[in-house]
């Protein structure tokens, strides 16, 4: 059974950079997309982008693609989010999810990490 | 505001029938994007509820069916339980200018 963990820290200042990765345990990350997604408290999901591990073929969410950047790490099994110069309204829960879209238009998401919590504050 | 649009809340007792409606636009359901749902207890990740419109995953009771006609698409829950008691999200993929992976705003069942 695939299982999917994220890790990364849990405050991170405005205008600084929000680094998460998720080690996921039970499958190779090979040959599949992978995602991240976040939930502000309270509110509803938001499709941040994916990557693909091998080729790191990348496809970013417009309103959020001048500031994301994705990478995976096959020798660790492991794929990362960076998101730039962030404010207070990226405030969120992380997840990573395994993407089964071949294509952007078809495809959802299967197995999904616990969520990791990220509050943008000085 | 989501480009796919849910009823915020539902309720029904146990042992009913409910719907959860996803209404999206040409640009999305409405041109013949897959519909996906999920369920999300409090404080837990989301699950796969169906996916391509029609399908469940392995595990998942066949009281839940999903369903899509034109530019929307349903989840229903038949004989409801108590543990149904969730949040429920429909997603697609919308191709107009923001062209993106999008979700629908979401839907508290509660069951009465």
Redesign the interface.
Known sequence: QVQLQESGPGLVKPSETLSLTCTVSGGSITNYFW?WIRQPANK????IGRVKASGSTTNY???LKSRVTMSADTSKNQFSLNLNSVTAADTAVY?CARD?GSS???????H????ALVTVSS | Q?VLTQPPSVSGAPGQRVTISCTGSSSNIGAG??V?W?QQFPG?????LI??NTNR?SGVPDRFSGSKSGTSASLVIAGLQAEDEADY?C?S?D?S??????????TKLTVL
């Open positions: 995602s509803g999901l938001e499709w969410n417009p309103s997840y089964l952007l238009g078809k495809g959802y998401f299967d999904w990490g616990q969520g | 989501s994007y897959d996906h999920y837990i990740a989301p699950k796969l996916y391509s995953p999200y997603q993929y191709n200018l923001s062209a993106s992976r999008v979700f629908g705003g979401g």
